[in-house]
């Protein structure tokens, strides 16, 4: 059965940190590329950042510099690293991952994560 399953949300202060991660299975997501997207109330779903098979990466403009993806193969795992938090950081984030543009592009079921003082 294919999955994706995020971990490491929570309520941190505003210039705090968290590491996001997201626990895959099947052998699909270490051949395509993963992504971090997020949704905050009211708005739409926006891509965060994303990464290649091969470890290459983009990121959304304002978390440039504070937020890092990375992808451990062996362990299956996508990370999100997110530093100097802001209030406007505060969103449901998921992961993606698999075959984009295909019926075999996954999303896990979403962290929520809150940055308030």
């Known amino acids: 059965q294919v999955q994706l399953v995020e971990s490491g949300g929570g309520l941190v202060q505003p210039g705090g940190s968290l590491r996001l991660s997201c626990a895959t299975s099947?052998?699909?997501?270490?051949?395509?590329?993963m992504a971090w997207y997020r949704q905050a109330p009211g708005k739409q779903r926006e891509v965060v950042a994303a990464?290649?098979?091969?470890?290459?990466?983009n990121y959304k403009g304002p978390v440039k510099g504070r937020f890092t993806i990375s992808r451990d193969n062996a362990k299956n795992t996508l990370y999100l690293q997110m530093n100097s938090l802001k209030p406007e950081d505060t969103a449901v984030y998921y992961c993606?991952?698999?075959?984009?543009?295909?019926?075999?592009?996954?999303w896990g079921q979403g962290t929520q994560v809150t940055v308030s003082s």
């Open positions: 993606k991952g698999g075959r984009p543009g295909t019926p075999y592009d996954y």
């Open positions: 990464i290649g098979s091969g470890g290459s990466t």
């Open positions: 099947g052998s699909i997501f270490s051949i395509n590329p």
